[in-house]
């Protein structure tokens, strides 16, 4: 009987999908695919030009997510699973793209890398940027570091923010409250007068959350609830100096204080997180008649304060990018992108002169479009690191536009992640002598499109070989070869009328270093192997849209750290629903998400909780 009911709450999420929806990526969009501009490779192309695998998550999915955050959004996108999504709303956040870990993909916000200059990953925190605070996302998958250096190995994500675009001041906000006594809210304020723009948001949550820890087999009484609060302040400004010269400085400050458990069934109440971060900086950008020279400067500090079952850890960092390109037209076909890139970071220690390290790279690449059928991308990048030296990478991609409705597309690159200052000078197993992770990636595809459209399939499969993979070994970090992954996507979608959908299935496999074993193992430590989902969403009037999102996430393979033993995990299936009514000619909006309808009980992370039924609902507003 149970099996019975688990199989109809399945089949259930497949039916309901597309007769709801959540509006996906490409489903979403009435402009035409093939005319919208993709700025993160920094060339400005069509996506008909590029060989590149792109995913965009454009405005009116932003605007219709109001009751969810940045990682909800990415996790439901093809090939992207963000661990820890369904945990705690506190719990740490980390973007695996096509089966790599979260260290492996580049975060970029307006089109600036963003990074943690603390921690031995370097990932940048999800947690701190609020979805209220977003434009529009655009995402490349592969290897990527021909264009955006270190870590760019298994993809990048670019978020864009909002802007004051619009003549006259306008103020908006979104205020919800749900599950939990979670509250999230956020005020800003927009404005445009003649060459000056600005755009200025605050956004502050908080939540008593659940558990952490999951209750272990026989007991009882409950666990605390770990909690957490952040606020963060989003501010871009823009001056038209000239017809040809913008300048547009940013500053940015986020904080968190979150509670978290001991270890897997174990409780803490003590243990809790704070982190501070601050980036601020410059985009530059100078066009001229054939061309445009960009120049971006970033500061970033980050800091943390962690309270745990072993006491207490402190660290401080500092991190300014430099990226400065220029992009030159030859003729109506050839485009040239070169440029320079230069990246300093600092660590405190209890050293009298703290560890920092260095990247220096210049790169460069030539763009062929509209040949005929005909695309082509090929570039190239040098690297000179402070500790280990000279390194390069590289990217060959064409693309086949045949008619309008197909185009046939293939990548080969190399990628490659630098050693952070963790892994080179922390308190715990460091080592000078460490060589950068690199990775050779192939992919290739076809896009199929139909009907002006409204009927789209896009087919993708890839292989990467990651190599020198830094580990923790029994004498510190170490290189060690540790993964090979391979898989493909399928993603079609469809609009008819006021009703839109579009599905995904994701295939990985691979094999990888296995901290619980200290062994390489022939499988991905907590990435499913089958992923698949469908967005579905209706118009249904001119003031009331629905959506819901159905997600299958495959079985995978965890570790128990207290026994050092290999567990399995069952798949699991979610459905979610949401709902926005418009007021006021669409200036005031009521909505109400709802997530894990069906009362799913699941492990995401071994001796992990997740959340069961969950909601919340409230009000988006814009005043001009």
């Known amino acids: 009987m149970m099996k019975l009911k688990k199989y109809l709450k399945y089949v259930s999420g497949l039916a309901l999908g597309p007769v709801l929806l959540y509006s996906g990526a490409q489903a979403q969009e009435d402009v035409k695919l093939d005319e919208v501009v993709i700025s993160t490779t920094k060339n400005d192309q069509k996506q008909s030009q590029t060989g590149k695998v792109v995913t965009l998550i454009g405005q009116e999915v932003l605007s219709r997510s109001h009751g969810r955050n940045l990682t909800d959004l990415l996790n439901e996108q093809a090939g992207i699973v963000v661990s820890g999504a369904s945990g705690n709303l506190g719990l740490n956040k980390s973007v695996f793209v096509r089966g790599a870990s979260g260290a492996y993909a580049v975060i970029l916000i307006d089109g600036v890398l963003v990074s943690s200059p603390v921690g031995n990953g370097s990932a940048f925190d999800l947690r701190m940027f609020s979805i209220d605070q977003i434009d ?130 174990e409780d803490h109440l003590e243990n809790n997180y704070k982190l501070k971060y601050f980036n601020g900086g ?74 920092a390290t260095n990247l220096f790279s210049t790169y460069g690449s030539v763009f062929l479009h509209d040949l005929g059928m005909f695309n082509l991308e090929v570039g190239g990048r040098y690297n000179k690191h402070k500790q280990y030296g000279e390194n390069s990478t590289y990217n060959i991609t064409p693309s086949i536009q045949l008619l309008r409705a197909l185009k046939i597309y293939g990548t080969i690159s190399t990628a490659f992640k630098a050693p952070t200052l963790e892994n080179l000078f922390g308190e715990f197993g460091a080592n000078l002598e460490l060589k950068p992770e690199t990775s ?86 907590r990435k499913a192997k089958h992923v698949f989902g469908l967005n579905a969403g209706l118009q249904l009037n001119e003031k009331l849209y629905i959506s819901s999102a159905f997600k299958y996430n495959g079985k995978r393979k965890d570790g128990d750290f207290n026994a050092y033993a290999v567990v399995n995990l069952p798949a699991y299936q979610l459905l979610d629903f949401y709902a926005e009514y418009a007021l006021l000619d669409k200036r005031l909006k009521v909505f109400a998400d709802f997530k894990n309808i069906f009362k799913e009980k699941y492990t995401e992370f071994y001796g992990y909780s997740s959340m069961g039924f969950n909601m919340n609902a409230g009000i988006s507003f814009n005043i001009r």
Do not use: W
């Open 282 to 355: 410059v985009n530059t950008q100078y066009e001229h008649a054939s061309g445009k020279v960009t120049f971006n400067y970033s500061y970033e500090n980050a800091s943390t304060d962690s309270q745990s079952q072993y006491g207490t850890s402190l660290s401080q960092g500092s991190t300014q990018v430099i990226d400065f390109y220029l992009n030159q037209g030859i003729g109506q076909h050839v485009k040239v992108l070169a440029g320079l890139d230069n990246r300093s970071t600092t660590f405190k220690l209890n050293a009298a002169v703290p560890p």
């Open 136 to 265: 529009h996302i655009e995402i490349l998958k592969g290897g990527q570091s021909t264009i955006y250096g270190s870590d760019a190995v298994s993809g990048v994500i670019n978020i864009i923010t909002k802007k004051g675009k619009k003549a006259g001041n306008s103020v908006y906000g979104v205020g919800s409250y749900g599950s939990y006594e979670s509250f999230k809210g956020t005020i800003g304020m927009s404005s445009q007068v003649k060459d000056f723009s600005y755009n200025i948001a605050y956004t502050q949550a908080k939540t008593n959350g659940i558990s952490e820890a999951a209750l272990p087999a026989g007991q009882e009484t409950p666990f605390e609830k770990d909690g957490n609060k952040t606020a963060a302040v989003n501010a871009n400004f823009s001056l038209q100096a000239s017809k040809q010269l913008s300048i547009n400085p940013f500053i940015r400050y986020s904080y968190g204080h979150y509670d978290f458990d001991a270890n897997a069934f």
């Open 440 to 525: 050779r990636n192939y992919e290739a595809g076809i896009n199929l499109s139909f009907v002006n459209d409204h009927y789209t399939l896009r087919l993708a499969g890839f292989k990467r070989d990651l190599r020198d993979a830094i580990v923790y070994g029994n004498i510190g970090f170490i290189n060690q070869a540790s993964q090979q992954a391979k898989g493909f996507e399928i993603e079609p979608a469809a609009k008819f009328g006021k009703f839109k959908v579009n599905g995904y299935y994701a295939y990985v496999d691979g094999t990888e270093f296995n901290y619980i074993t200290n062994e390489v193992s022939d499988y991905l430590v």
